[in-house]
């Protein structure tokens, strides 16, 4: 079993930042890619950023620019740098692994329980 945990969501007024945080632990063999997704509320849940094992990125148009997406492969976690917030970067933050708990084995995709961030004055 893997589990993801975000953590580093908050309150923060706009042109603040942000740092998030996703570990993944238990049974971890590697991580093929991650990302950050985020669901305002009564929206749909879009992509953000996504990160490969080789540090390759891409980010949605919204968000580039201020947003930053980083990983620590030793740590099997990946973080999210948000600058710059707006009002419209208020909602829930997920993070999702694709994963693979053996060497041989199959690769299956996870989420975390999300971390809300809220941008107000």
């Known amino acids: 079993q893997v589990q993801l945990v975000e953590s580093g969501g908050g309150l923060v007024q706009p042109g603040g930042s942000l740092r998030l945080s996703c570990a993944a632990s238990g049974s971890v063999f590697s991580i093929n890619y991650m990302a950050w997704y985020r669901q305002a509320p009564g929206k749909q849940r879009e992509l953000v950023a996504t990160?490969?094992?080789?540090?390759?990125?891409n980010y949605a148009d919204s968000v580039k620019g201020r947003f930053t997406i980083s990983r620590d492969n030793a740590k099997n976690t990946a973080y999210l740098q948000i600058n710059s917030l707006k009002p419209t970067d208020t909602a829930v933050y997920y993070c999702?692994?694709?994963?693979?708990?053996?060497?041989?084995?199959?690769?299956?995709?996870?989420w975390g329980q999300g971390t809300q961030v809220t941008v107000s004055s």
């Open positions: 990160i490969t094992t080789e540090a390759s990125t």
């Open positions: 999702n692994a694709h994963v693979r708990t053996t060497a041989l084995g199959a690769t299956y995709s996870y």
